[in-house]
């Protein structure tokens, strides 16, 4: 609809000529989806961005970032507020502010206008939804664009300071498929080329370290074939690449862990603005816990998860686009699960946006302390530095290094059965006796019993008959291995991995 917008030109009162985009006379009426107290379905979430671009078209705008494997948008809402053809500004101000959103000349708005300037870094790009399952993260971040829009009254001291660009549903695919079939769904729904099983996780697409990431195809956090072998990653890549002038502080929503990490996540080095970054994170922090109590914990991605992550957005957006600050978000709460019950839904939205607003305003005060240009250079992940005689850093997710062969993507069967046949050496025979030592420990237990509670289960989000809700986060190797730990403790490695 409002991508149906055409071009004319008006004069400003300093006599001017610009461009601006009109609004059809004749719009259509689009109702109002309930988004604070549901988990919408992927057409609702659409639904909810149409409404509030032709509701507020003075500051709001939709993009279709790119399509999925299976054909579903990947949008994204623009919420601009300091632009000159917002009307509810004065006519100074507006003189002032940079013109909005221009229509492409294929008559679809598929990306945000890259603005320059001296204080063009004002952008805070929010995104959700990556991993299928984690449906609370896709609600806040909806939370944050009706705060944002619909609330704008409340939100004008962040609006005036800041523009921004929420994707509420990177993989959409994923969602549907763990809305209606399988609720423990994580990854996307691209059938993989090297193997029969569907799926890549997202998170690990990304181009940062990508060659550390996991390889086997039947994991939940399968690297994919190549860097950016999906469309969600490649869609995020192209508006993130674009926009990355102007980009200020990226968050990432995930669910489950309650706390706020910053990177890094493939290694284990401190970032070199890390007090920033962490300064960040604990005003999320007090916000949430002023607002009600909860507690989130706060530190370095690798060190609160007590395991390295390759090939993440966060990683890469803040270690190749060189955004000044990145976090990721993830959302309560063990005992609540990936899809807490929809009584929840509003009460985490409302807290999470308490924190993330904070977040913004303090990533605004923090502008000027962070000069990305002058950083020394980036760390490189342990496992590539003991490795001298595998240059490409190529690794298996035990760390030992592993034969080209092994991660050639396996074009074919044949390669397939080679790839099992592979030695895998252990780089000392310390290393190893550290390695069997660490299995004892780690052996198989039952999984700890009153972790999540009945009464929670009960109230949870309805299920169709015959829909799994294992809220372990099955298949995952790493979340078994945090079996057997007490369920509270500030301690506790997060038994997901974002
Ligand atoms: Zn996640």
Known sequence: ???????????????????????????????????????????????????????????????????????????????????????????????????????????????????????????????????????????????????????????????????????????????????????NWRKNRRPQKSSKFVGTDCNRNYDIFWASGSSKNNRNTFKGDRPFSEPETRAMRNILERLSPNLLFFLSLHSYGQSIMYPWGYCREAAFYWRELSSLANSGRSAIKSYNGREYRT??????????????????????????????????????????????????????????????????????????????????PARFIADDTNLNGTVNENGTPVTEEHTAGGDNNKTASKKKRVKRTMRTQHEAILKMQKNSKQGPQPFPAGLFPRQLASSAPPIRPGLTRDRRGGGDGAILSSRGKPPVSSTMPIGVFL
């Open 299 to 380: 530190g370095s991605i690798s060190c609160l998860t007590k395991r390295t992550i390759t090939g993440s957005v966060v990683d890469y957006v803040y270690g190749v686009l060189k955004v000044p600050m990145a976090l990721v978000m993830e959302l309560p709460a063990r005992d609540l699960g990936f899809q807490p019950p929809v009584e929840m839904v509003s009460q985490i939205g409302h807290e999470s946006w308490y924190g993330i607003r904070e977040m913004c305003k303090r990533s605004y005060d923090l502008r000027n302390q962070i000069n990305r240009s002058n950083e020394p250079q980036l760390p490189r």
């Open 1 to 183: 609809m409002l991508n149906a917008k055409s071009k004319r030109t008006t004069k400003t009162s300093k006599g001017r000529v610009r461009d601006a985009p009109v609004t059809p006379l004749r719009r259509v009426v689009i109702p109002r989806p309930d988004v604070l107290h549901n988990y919408l379905e992927y057409k609702q979430i659409n639904q909810y961005l149409e409404y509030l671009a032709n509701r507020y078209p003075h500051f709001v705008q939709m993009y279709t970032l790119g399509l999925t494997h299976e054909r579903r948008e990947v949008r994204a809402l623009e919420i601009n507020w300091m632009n000159s053809e917002n009307v509810e500004l004065s006519p100074q101000v507006r003189e002032m502010s940079p013109p909005p959103f221009v229509a492409a000349t294929n008559g679809r708005n598929n990306a945000p206008v890259v603005q320059v300037g001296d204080n063009c870094r004002h952008t805070v790009f929010i995104e959700a939804g990556t991993h299928a399952r984690e449906w609370i993260s896709i609600t806040t971040a909806l939370n944050c664009i009706y705060q944002l829009t619909e609330r704008y009254t409340r939100n004008v001291d962040v609006l005036r300071k800041l523009r921004f660009i929420i994707v509420p549903l990177v993989n959409p695919d994923g969602y549907e498929y763990s809305r209606t079939k399988n609720a």
